[in-house]
């Protein structure tokens, strides 16, 4: 029996892989990825040649099982994403689905995340949080939202650049303008720029600045804001 690779790659500085993931794609005998172009300039830099056929969101339906057969009879396969962890707001969970239904082994290298550093830099509490990834873009985004203003915990989410601003306007009528966030754009890129601030802060500097690149947002969760609160009322009542 083969064995599925779940393989992180460099979220934007090509030299965050590891020395394993590089030799594993080296050695196993295909590599599906979101997409073969994206991947194909990481490959080369690598000089890993190897087969490559695209497995994404299009196709995963249809392909998965038929994949983790072929892993069963023997072909060890490793499976990439764009940037980041496969499986994380990526193509991956059915793979490793198919796989772990007809006993097939599965392993997933640690390796590039983008919410860990976004997380870490914030300057956000981390020992608790809760990653929601992508929020719905119309039906049922006001929902979540509205069941979010009670999470307790820091909370991360993706956004794209076109709707940061958007997105920054819907969290101060949900959560208030006072919130503690921090966003993060470009991480490991030469342009990597982590704004932190409150809501009204940080949405007046991106509307003033601009907004390109990939984007993490984390969010001050409601008990650390209330301790921030409670701290600020108790100073400004010992002021003379």
Not at 55 to 64: C, G, L
Not at 83 to 90: E, N, R
């Amino acid at each position: 029996m083969g064995k599925l690779f779940l393989i992180p790659t460099p979220i934007g500085n090509l030299e965050d892989m590891t020395f394993r993931a590089v030799r594993i794609l080296k050695e196993v005998d295909l590599i599906l990825a979101e997409d073969t172009r994206t991947s194909g300039k990481l490959l080369k830099h690598y000089e890993i040649e190897n087969r490559v056929t695209a497995h994404h969101k299009f196709n995963e339906h249809k392909t998965a099982s038929r994949f983790a057969e072929r892993i069963l009879g023997g072909e060890s396969i490793a499976l990439i994403s764009d940037a980041g962890t496969p499986g994380i707001s990526d193509p991956g969970f059915l793979l490793v689905r198919s796989c772990l239904d007809i006993g097939v082994e599965v392993e997933c290298l640690p390796g590039a995340t983008a919410f860990v550093p976004a997380l870490v830099n914030s300057g956000l509490p981390a020992d608790k949080f809760c990653f929601e990834g992508f929020l719905p873009q119309k039906k049922g985004r006001q929902k979540r939202l509205t069941e979010l203003e009670s999470e307790e915990r820091t909370i991360i989410f993706y956004e794209s650049p076109h709707r940061l601003l958007k997105m920054l306007e819907q969290f101060a009528e949900h959560f208030g303008e006072e919130r503690q966030i921090s966003v993060s754009r470009e991480l490991s890129k030469m342009h990597e720029e982590n704004a932190r601030g409150t809501i009204a802060e940080v949405l007046k500097h991106f509307t003033e600045k601009g907004v390109k690149g990939e984007i993490v947002v984390v969010l001050e969760g409601l008990q650390h804001a209330l301790k921030n609160k409670d701290k600020k009322k108790h100073e400004g009542d010992e002021m003379p």
